[in-house]
């Protein structure tokens, strides 16, 4: 798997914010799976959108969806309260269920396999210490006017990654 191009839409944030809660709308693409790649993220605060998106060549779907939260954390103040919104079980699952399980059998599944995107699972979980964060799941393709757009940025890495 190759690393992320990332691109800023409309940021930075400033950093004198008084806000003390983010809502956060990720989403992964791929055109195959795996595939060229692409993830998007839309943040609401103080009443402004801030976009930003990336790519990878050869990825997977499951990867880009958690590369667009790992991406957005990376960018919040680590004592603002994150609401985030995914419409990927997968990684909604995986932080609020799975997560704490995986690390006590020392990253296998309940199959006894060993857990894929462990790597990412992994930077996530050191992302997500010490936060305040609620994994909300959204219904993806459903007229989520930020879940759509998260989306079409995603889509927009996918093709961004394909000009490579």
């Known amino acids: 798997m190759t690393t992320s191009s990332f691109h800023t839409i409309y940021g930075p944030f400033e950093e004198n914010t008084n806000a003390s809660e983010i809502y956060v709308y990720t989403d992964g693409a791929c055109s195959g799976n795996p595939g060229p790649g ?25 990867r880009m969806e958690m590369l667009a939260a790992i991406e957005a954390l990376k960018f919040i103040p680590i004592e603002m309260t994150v609401q985030l919104y995914t419409d990927s079980q997968y990684l909604k699952n995986g932080m609020t269920v799975w997560l704490e399980g995986w690390k ?5 599944n309940s199959k006894k396999e060993p857990v894929k995107n462990k790597d990412l699972w992994e930077e996530l979980d050191n992302l997500a210490q010490n936060r305040k964060i609620i994994w909300n799941w959204v219904r993806g393709h459903d007229g989520n006017l930020y879940n759509e757009k998260a989306d079409m940025l995603a889509r927009r890495g996918v093709i961004a990654s394909q000009m490579k």
């Open 104 to 108: 006590k059998r020392n990253w296998v």
């Open 38 to 62: 692409g993830w998007g993220t839309v943040f609401l605060f103080q009443e402004k959108e801030h976009l930003i998106f990336g790519s990878a060549s050869d990825t997977t779907n499951n």
